[in-house]
């Protein structure tokens, strides 16, 4: 039994192992990958791979895998890519995982320049690619710096600005936050429906000449075919819609597209490489069948699809209402917590106050105290000082009273009677005046003990005040809130210079041969209702004044020595009010002979 080959898929997001048979077919290997992926949509995706040649092919899933011309690697290399466009992704992209698949593959055609984007709109698509990966911006979680290890902006972009990394993630940051409420699903869809409005998105470009020899580009994508000069791929000059086409075929190089209008002659174009036709017809025969799908009724299929997303995309839109109204209940009660928290320190505050007003109060009714009892000392003493001073006046005054009886008694020794009286008045009179000065004294004394008594009678109310007044203090709910996270290329490849010449004898095998494909356009309705659509800027109001703010903002730091074609190019379509739409009825004007013959013309 042969062995098995092992194959490595590349996804925008994923690496994919399988391992194969010599027997297996590129439809099977392509429904592994669309089954591991998860992918229902299948239509849209292919996968791609480098041939011996260095050119990137898609896989035919009719043919063996090993049987196709691909670089003989170990394991053998591809990448799941998306093929094909939608003309309106809000409208037609069904899935999450499909929105997420052309997200990530436009983002990284956006970012390596192979599709142009305006500086205004790279800077809005880098919010919305933000959002898409980080969700709503919380400044407690998405600190400064959150944003430099991101793939934001286009090289050509940062390069025409003066302005310095830290200065672009500021800037994306603001737009960031314009974002808060929207779902990662939402962000990604927002960015596709601004980016599909680029002239370039869903664009695949070969070189081609017409009857003249004239070098020119043919672009074909989800709306139809378009020529453009050789020096400007945004701004197509010629357009045929899928609705105008019966019949594409090719021989050797050169392609014959039928119009359906019988009177117009047959569209011819001239390819570099057999191919290169083989590989426009293959495009063509895809995108035609999608664009008449379209414009048909859903299949049951696709409806079933849509209904699912529906119930999907409401579960997830009740389940986000649900977390943020939790989400927002949370903040309240932290709030709540956090407010009774200070309430309980200001009070706790408060009680310590208290408390130390309250030992204030206790020393200073103590220091009374003593300041009292010292007093009432004092007044005592004073007080025996007082009546000691009285016993002696008494004995002084008795002994006057004696010595007046002797004299009378001893009239004889009157003059020495006399003497000792002067003697004796002048004592009880020094003994007089110090009986007034104590009694002064213990006077000023009996004054201040009654004052310190009465202060000593108000600290004692006041300190009872004090001491009976109730203080509250709540209780502060300790509240446990349990915190529920929830956590919550293309196949637009730009054509590489074309391989070299396959060998001689397959390239005349080919050249001899014609492949040709009906394209039938019965049944469908409103087919060039593509020609009325409008931008998201000129639909949606808040994008609109977004992308004017932003261009106001960055053409002050704009260098204009940069400029590119493209920015060129671009800015003369803005200038004179051309947008890709617009453009679109224009290069439509007219009937298809009157068009094929302004190719020819060329």
């Keep these: 039994m042969p062995r098995p080959v092992n194959v490595r898929v590349t996804t925008m997001d994923a690496e994919l192992e399988f391992a194969i048979q010599s027997?297996?077919?590129?439809?099977?290997?392509?429904?592994?990958?669309?089954?591991?992926?998860?992918?229902?949509?299948?239509?849209?995706?292919?996968?791609?791979?480098?041939?011996?040649?260095g050119v990137l092919s898609w896989l035919k899933l009719d043919k063996k895998v090993l049987s196709q011309d691909m670089k003989r690697e170990v394991p053998l290399q591809f990448k799941f890519r998306a093929k094909f466009y939608p003309e309106d992704v809000a409208e037609e992209l069904i899935q999450e995982i499909t929105q997420k698949q052309f997200f990530l593959q436009v983002k990284d055609n956006i970012l390596s320049d192979e599709v142009f984007c305006p500086p205004e709109s790279a800077v809005l698509l880098a919010s919305y690619a933000v959002q898409a990966k980080f969700g709503d911006f919380n400044k407690e979680v998405h600190k400064s710096g959150y944003l430099s290890a991101e793939r934001l902006?286009?090289?050509?972009?940062?390069?025409?600005?003066?302005?310095?990394?830290?200065?672009?993630e500021e800037r994306i940051q603001v737009w960031h936050e314009e974002h808060r409420g929207m779902m990662k699903a939402d962000a990604m869809i927002e960015y596709l429906k601004i980016?599909?409005?680029?002239?370039?998105y869903g664009v695949n470009y070969f070189d081609i000449k017409n009857k003249k020899g004239t070098d020119l580009w043919l672009g074909a994508d989800a709306l139809g075919?378009?020529?453009?000069?050789?020096?400007?791929?945004?701004?197509?000059?010629?357009?045929?819609?899928?609705?105008?086409?019966?019949?594409?075929?090719?021989?050797?190089?050169k392609f014959i597209i039928k119009p359906i209008d019988k009177k117009a002659p047959d569209f011819v174009f001239y390819s570099t490489r057999l191919r290169v036709n083989k590989r426009i017809l293959h495009l063509c025969i895809g995108n035609h069948e999608l664009y008449i799908q379209r414009r048909k009724p859903d299949s049951i299929e696709v409806q079933q699809m849509k209904a699912q997303a529906r119930e999907e995309k409401l579960q997830k839109q009740v389940e986000r209402a649900q977390l943020e109204k939790e989400k927002q209940k949370r903040e309240a009660m932290e709030k709540e917590k956090e407010q009774m928290e200070r309430e309980k320190q200001e009070?706790?505050?408060?009680?310590?106050?208290?408390?130390?007003?309250?030992?204030?109060?206790?020393?200073?009714?103590?220091?009374?105290?003593?300041?009292?009892?010292?007093?009432?000392?004092?007044?005592?003493?004073a007080e025996e000082e007082a009546a000691r001073l009285e016993a002696e006046r008494q004995a002084a005054m008795q002994a006057k009273e004696e010595l007046a009886r002797q004299a009378e008694d001893q009239i004889k020794s009157q003059e020495h009677l006399a003497a000792e009286l002067i003697e004796y008045g002048a004592k009880i009179a020094a003994l007089e005046e110090i009986k007034r000065q104590k009694e002064e004294e213990a006077d000023s004394w009996q004054v201040r003990a009654r004052e310190a008594q009465e202060d000593l009678v108000k600290t004692r109310e006041e300190l009872q005040m004090v001491m009976t007044t109730p203080v509250?203090?709540?209780?502060?709910?300790?509240?446990?809130?349990?915190?529920?996270?929830?956590?919550n290329h293309e196949n637009h490849e730009h054509e590489h210079h074309e391989e070299?010449?396959?060998?001689?004898?397959?390239?005349?095998?080919?050249?001899?041969?014609?492949?040709?494909?009906?394209?039938?356009?019965?049944?469908?309705?409103?087919?060039?209702?593509?020609?009325?659509?409008?931008?998201?800027?000129?639909?949606?109001?808040?994008?609109?004044?977004?992308?004017?703010?932003?261009?106001?903002?960055?053409?002050?730091?704009?260098?204009?020595?940069?400029?590119?074609?493209?920015?060129?190019?671009?800015?003369?379509?803005?200038?004179?009010?051309?947008?890709?739409?617009?453009?679109?009825?224009?290069?439509?004007?007219g009937n298809t002979k009157q068009r094929i013959d302004e190719f020819e013309a060329l």
């Design 23 to 53: 027997t297996t077919t590129g439809k099977q290997l392509f429904d592994q990958v669309i089954k591991t992926v998860g992918v229902r949509e299948v239509w849209y995706f292919g996968l791609q791979y480098v041939d011996n040649k």
């Design 195 to 200: 980016a599909q409005d680029l002239e370039m």
């Design 347 to 381: 009070l706790m505050m408060r009680l310590k106050q208290f408390e130390e007003q309250t030992l204030k109060a206790e020393r200073e009714l103590k220091d009374q105290l003593d300041r009292a009892i010292r007093l009432e000392a004092e007044r005592r003493q």
């Design 225 to 253: 075919l378009n020529i453009y000069e050789k020096d400007d791929r945004l701004t197509p000059k010629i357009g045929f819609p899928w609705s105008e086409i019966r019949n594409i075929s090719f021989n050797d190089k």
């Design 500 to 589: 070299h010449e396959e060998n001689e004898e397959h390239d005349h095998e080919e050249s001899n041969s014609t492949h040709s494909a009906e394209l039938h356009v019965e049944g469908i309705e409103d087919h060039r209702n593509e020609e009325e659509r409008l931008t998201e800027a000129e639909k949606n109001k808040r994008v609109q004044s977004q992308l004017m703010a932003l261009s106001s903002e960055l053409a002050a730091a704009r260098d204009e020595t940069k400029a590119t074609q493209n920015d060129l190019l671009h800015s003369e379509n803005v200038r004179v009010g051309r947008d890709k739409y617009k453009t679109l009825r224009q290069i439509r004007m």
């Design 472 to 487: 509250v203090v709540p209780a502060a709910a300790a509240m446990a809130v349990e915190e529920e996270v929830l956590v």
């Design 153 to 168: 902006l286009p090289q050509r972009v940062v390069d025409q600005h003066k302005l310095s990394k830290e200065q672009w």
